[in-house]
């Protein structure tokens, strides 16, 4: 069910109206036929939160073998997607004509027009906040060696990459954003707390000042001079208590709300720097 403007207004959401649209432009439609019938992705689809929908580059084409790249100026190899193409196909997505440098055009401001990219600004959880609470996103889903720069100065509004390593197009990074932004929907998840208390949220747990009762961390200080939102998630435990001779940490089953907060937090500081020290060192 989508959230109601109170909710909504209450979560930190300023979206207009009560689906959000995603618009991917590849020239690969038929890869999205899995990825987004599954889990998340599909109920949210299902209920009418997310829309979503795929545009084939070559529709966008005027010659008679549908070329949307070209061989770069200057030399070099491989292929360059072409501008014509994309500008024309996000015109058509828009309605509305993305200008020239004689006539710059003005964009929707709850709207995104997002170049995946290997040379884009690093994706993180941040970024996935602040797209959920747009009204609609555009991918540009690149592919050889890369897009007209033209396309990322003046067509995207943002170029974004979700790691620093090289894949052979955009499609699976657009399908890797589509899902971090869907889950922070209203009423995307089950349980809302689970996007509030996980990896890079802001409400990890609890910002107790000492690690009473922790476990299996290392000595470090859980103090709030480390955002939440730059840890990683605490450690979870299940059934059986015993494994194998690895046993729960003892203050998880003893029932004290705030040493298991305290035990959390600090867990999750120690797993942080374990596994991902430069989050700490932002």
């Known amino acids: 069910m989508v959230a109601d403007g109170d909710a909504r207004r209450a979560c930190g959401y300023a979206r207009l109206s009560g689906t959000m649209r995603f618009d991917i432009v590849t020239i690969f439609p038929e890869f999205f036929a899995g990825p987004l019938d599954h889990g998340i992705l599909r109920r949210a689809r299902e209920t009418g939160l997310v829309d979503v929908r795929i545009q084939d580059l070559r529709a966008f084409t005027k010659d008679r073998h549908r070329s949307v790249d070209d061989r770069p100026f200057g030399g070099g190899e491989g292929m360059v997607l072409k501008p014509e ?68 100065e003046h067509l995207a509004t943002e170029e974004i990459s979700v790691g620093d390593y090289v894949l052979s197009g955009g499609e699976l990074p657009a399908v890797v954003v589509i899902d971090a932004v869907t889950r922070l929907i209203p009423g995307a998840l089950g349980n809302e707390a689970s996007s509030q208390n996980e990896s890079f949220s802001e409400t990890i747990v609890a910002r107790d000042s000492s690690p009473v009762g922790a476990q299996h961390a290392a000595p470090l200080q859980a103090s709030s001079q480390f955002p939440n939102y730059l840890l990683l998630d605490f450690p979870h435990y299940t059934r059986p208590a015993d494994f194998r001779g690895w046993k729960v940490p003892e203050v998880l089953i003893g029932g004290n709300h705030a040493e298991v907060a305290n035990w959390r937090r600090a867990a999750a500081l120690e797993k942080t720097q374990r596994n991902r020290p430069d989050l700490l060192l932002r």
């Open 85 to 152: 193409p994309l500008f024309e196909a996000t015109e058509s997505l828009l309605g509305q004509s993305m200008g020239s440098a004689q006539e710059p055009a003005s964009l929707d401001s709850e709207t995104a027009i997002v170049l995946m990219s290997a040379a884009g600004n690093l994706f993180r959880q941040e970024t996935a906040r602040r797209y959920a609470q747009l009204d609609r996103i555009i991918f540009l889903c690149g592919r050889y060696e890369g897009v007209d720069e033209r396309v990322a």
